[in-house]
């Protein structure tokens, strides 16, 4: 089964729009987290935002914010006021993780998003 | 500030060649993470580091292997490549993960490395 699905592989949003990105997970660990990278045409990989399965608020960062919905197993990736610079290959993915040196990410197929003007 | 930095950029092989890729995390981080991301894929965890100690390991190879030294880089080890060893290789640092803080939850990726294999 897989462990984080993005059932989005291409999505376009006006530019200033707001356009959410969906991420399900699935793991029977109760301490995990989850992450959203960024990865434009030139190929680096940028964190954006990280979600605690713990963390009893839904994590913000600027424009980013993660709509985490535990019991629905979702985190949602939510990009306000977007810009032409979003464009992009963006990846959930989760740890799943007992502490110390263990900590393996999974990621999703990742969804292609892009910006119209 | 200082990032992960991965050597080289850009390496072209041929087929049964041997290959060693370069990782310098973050300084003070002690967690290093491999990555291979083949062309229109998602990246998949290879191998991972923690105080020059494996601490898992994912969907490596047995033509790979790889270490972490007591500077904390890491250095991939490739031998008789394949085609399909054509990929960008991630490498990724973060501080050790504690359970119940925040500490150790971000992983942060260096530039990669293209390997094209002929």
């Known amino acids: 089964a897989q462990k984080i699905t993005q059932t989005q592989p291409g999505m376009f949003v006006q530019e200033k729009e707001a356009v959410t990105l969906d991420c399900t997970y699935d793991?029977?660990?109760?301490?995990?987290?989850l992450f959203w990278y960024k990865q434009p045409s030139s190929g680096e990989m940028i964190f954006l935002i990280y979600?605690?399965?713990?963390?009893?608020q839904n994590a913000t960062e600027g424009r980013y914010s993660l709509n985490f919905q535990k019991a629905r197993k979702s985190a949602n990736l939510v990009i306000s006021a977007s810009q032409l610079g979003d464009s992009a290959m963006y990846f959930c993915?989760?740890?799943?993780?007992?502490?110390?040196?263990?900590?393996?990410?999974?990621f999703g197929t990742g969804t292609k998003l892009q910006v119209i003007p | 500030a200082a990032g992960v930095i991965q050597s080289p950029r850009h390496l072209i092989k041929e087929k049964r060649e041997t290959a060693t890729l370069k990782c310098y995390p973050i300084?003070?981080?002690?967690?290093v993470y491999w990555y291979q991301q083949g062309p229109g894929q998602d990246p998949q965890f290879l191998i991972s580091?923690?105080?020059?100690?494996?601490?898992d390991k994912g969907s490596i190879p047995d033509r790979f292997s790889a270490q972490q030294f007591s500077d904390y880089h890491s250095e991939l080890n490739m031998s008789s490549l394949e085609l399909g060893d054509s990929a960008l290789y991630f490498c990724?640092?973060?501080?050790?993960?504690?359970?119940?803080?925040?500490?150790?939850?971000?992983?942060?990726f260096g530039p990669g490395t293209r390997l094209t294999v002929l």
């Open positions: 990724a640092s973060s501080l050790r993960l504690v359970s119940g803080t925040s500490m150790g939850n971000e992983q942060f």
């Open positions: 793991t029977s660990d109760p301490s995990y987290g």
């Open positions: 979600q605690g399965s713990y963390d009893q």
């Open positions: 993915a989760m740890r799943e993780g007992r502490g110390g040196g263990y900590q393996k990410v999974t």
């Open positions: 300084p003070r981080h002690d967690t």
């Open positions: 580091f923690y105080e020059k100690m494996q601490s």
